[in-house]
């Protein structure tokens, strides 16, 4: 288990005024397909949202007007969201895992569900303006959301450019952000192998995509490169980094 505390939550976000109340949510979740409501959470004037059970795992959706909305981070990463889109102005409904999946917030299956859970409601939210991932500090706009969590779920690659990110480094590589939620670590790509940004972050998403499978390095690795090449995987003293490197 890699998860922090606090992490592994999805924002639904919405322009201000726009956040859908509790009976709409409720209504969506209970009409669609392989989603049953199994409570709604809180009393009264406390209510917040509903928990929702697929495939066995329960979550929470909350931030529900007329409660309070979710709090949203800072975001960095944007990802086919348009300009108009401002995180710092909108308001959120969050979808958690539930109590009893807290221990597990951080596995594939996990996540995977939840994203499931996502992408049945979010055509159904009108005034859905982009969704957060909070691990990887990303905001994401709905039909790129939608698009490449159902190639996911479907048995394509894990969706790197949104459940991960990569931002420069001082040196000149690349660094991913939001990988350590699912392995304990993150990758920093040498600068030799990230002059070309593009190519630097292809070689990135690939390594994502191997490394959610298979979990932490835990000792130096020798791999093959996109294009052919040898490439070094290397942790570092305290294994919370690997670095990658030609050679």
Do not use: C, K
């Amino acid at each position: 288990m890699t998860a922090r505390a606090g992490e592994g939550t999805l924002l639904l976000l919405f322009l201000a005024g726009q956040r859908p109340d509790v009976d709409f949510v409720r209504e969506v979740a209970a009409s669609t397909d392989r989603l049953e409501v199994t409570s709604v959470l809180g009393q009264g004037a406390d209510v917040a949202g509903v928990e929702v059970l697929r495939d066995g795992m329960t979550y929470d959706l909350v931030g529900a007007a007329p409660g309070r909305p979710a709090a949203i981070p800072s975001l960095v990463h944007r990802f086919g969201v348009p300009r108009e889109v401002d995180e710092t102005t909108a308001e959120a409904l969050s979808l958690r895992p539930g109590p009893h999946l807290a221990q597990g917030a951080g596995t594939v299956p996990v996540v995977r569900t939840m994203m499931g859970v996502a992408v049945m409601i979010a055509p159904h939210l009108p005034g859905l303006a982009a969704i957060a991932w909070q691990p990887a500090a990303s905001l994401i706009g709905p039909d790129f959301f939608v698009s490449s969590m159902t190639a996911w779920l479907a048995g394509g690659a894990f969706p790197a450019l949104g459940l991960t990110a990569f931002a420069p480094e001082p040196s000149g590589g690349l660094r991913s952000e939001g990988l350590e939620f699912f392995t304990g670590q993150e990758l920093h790509i040498a600068q030799e192998l990230a002059e070309d940004r593009v190519a630097g972050t292809r070689l990135g998403i690939r390594l994502v995509n191997q490394l959610v499978g298979q979990g932490r390095v835990r000792q130096t690795e020798a791999i093959i490169g996109p294009d052919g090449e040898r490439l070094t995987l290397e942790p570092s003293r305290d294994a919370r980094v690997v670095r990658v490197r030609r050679g």
